[in-house]
């Protein structure tokens, strides 16, 4: 085999794993250290960072499979901080999501944070989804131009009954990502949400080592 086939053939069996936020990617990254078969991307928070970010990856890679990864705000009553939640068209893909621990769901992709109890419950109502985030469905359309296999795999951060300390979509830059001197000053003005957010920090800790168990079981199967 020629340097050249072995690298094609590399890139073809690659993984291309992606998250919208390196919070959300620390732990996974730290298990596929020095493992070549898998790259990392942050689009960044949206759809329209993320379809920009894959599609600009996509021009360097040609990966075998893609998983659209990170937070999910619960819909259903039933999920749990830390339930990891899939979707995808591939039947195989599926099975190996199913044994790795997660559970079949329809999600909702939102172009901005269910912040409260109250948005969850209308949402639900309204889509009958069991989850929502805010990028997948720009990543499953691209690979889905491409005949890329895709998955989305989320992890729950908020139960559909939790509202989140603070409207995070009122603290958000242009880009949606979040900003920091907003933060400051909201918690500031209200230090009475800092227990909250303590809270909320420590399910997104417990939630990401989930994420990264059933990721690290769908790309090296036992």
Same mark, same amino acid.
Request: charged share 25%; with cysteine; proline share 4%.
């Given at each position: 085999?020629s340097?050249?086939?072995?690298?094609? @053939?590399?890139?073809?069996?690659?993984?291309?794993? /992606?998250?919208?936020l390196?919070?959300?990617?620390r732990?996974?990254?730290?298990?596929?250290?020095?493992?070549d078969?898998?790259?990392?991307? !942050?689009?960044?928070?949206? =759809?329209?960072?993320? &379809?920009?970010?894959?599609?600009?990856?996509?021009?360097q890679? @040609? +990966?075998? *499979?893609?998983?659209?990864?990170?937070f999910?705000?619960?819909?259903? +009553? &039933?999920?749990? @901080?830390?339930?990891v939640?899939?979707?995808?068209?591939?039947?195989?893909f599926?099975?190996?999501?199913?044994?790795?621990?997660?559970?079949?769901?329809?999600?909702?992709?939102?172009? =901005? !944070?269910?912040?409260?109890?109250?948005e969850?419950? &209308?949402?639900?109502?309204t889509?009958g989804a069991?989850?929502?985030?805010?990028?997948?469905?720009?990543? *499953?359309?691209?690979?889905?131009?491409?005949?890329i296999? /895709?998955?989305?795999?989320?992890?729950i951060s908020d139960?559909?009954?939790?509202?989140?300390?603070?409207?995070?979509?009122a603290?958000?830059?242009?880009?949606? @990502? !979040?900003?920091y001197?907003?933060?400051a000053?909201?918690?500031?003005?209200?230090?009475?949400?800092i227990?909250?957010?303590?809270?909320?920090?420590?399910? /997104?800790?417990?939630?990401?080592e989930?994420?990264?168990?059933?990721?690290?079981?769908?790309?090296?199967? *036992?």
């Amino acid at each position: 085999m020629s340097a050249e086939s072995g690298v094609r @053939s590399a890139e073809l069996n690659r993984t291309l794993v /992606c998250f919208a936020l390196e919070d959300e990617a620390r732990v996974f990254r730290k298990r596929v250290a020095g493992r070549d078969v898998v790259s990392i991307l !942050i689009t960044g928070i949206g =759809r329209k960072n993320a &379809e920009q970010s894959v599609r600009d990856v996509l021009r360097q890679i @040609s +990966p075998r *499979q893609v998983l659209t990864c990170g937070f999910a705000g619960g819909l259903d +009553p &039933e999920l749990k @901080s830390g339930d990891v939640v899939f979707s995808t068209a591939d039947a195989a893909f599926a099975r190996t999501l199913a044994v790795a621990g997660a559970t079949p769901a329809k999600f909702f992709c939102a172009a =901005r !944070i269910a912040t409260t109890a109250g948005e969850k419950t &209308e949402l639900r109502r309204t889509t009958g989804a069991d989850a929502v985030e805010m990028e997948s469905e720009a990543v *499953q359309m691209i690979c889905g131009e491409r005949g890329i296999s /895709c998955a989305t795999v989320r992890v729950i951060s908020d139960a559909a009954g939790e509202d989140l300390p603070l409207d995070f979509n009122a603290l958000a830059r242009p880009d949606l @990502s !979040i900003h920091y001197g907003k933060l400051a000053a909201a918690i500031a003005k209200s230090p009475e949400k800092i227990p909250a957010l303590m809270r909320l920090r420590k399910n /997104c800790n417990f939630a990401v080592e989930r994420l990264a168990d059933v990721l690290a079981k769908v790309i090296w199967p *036992q």
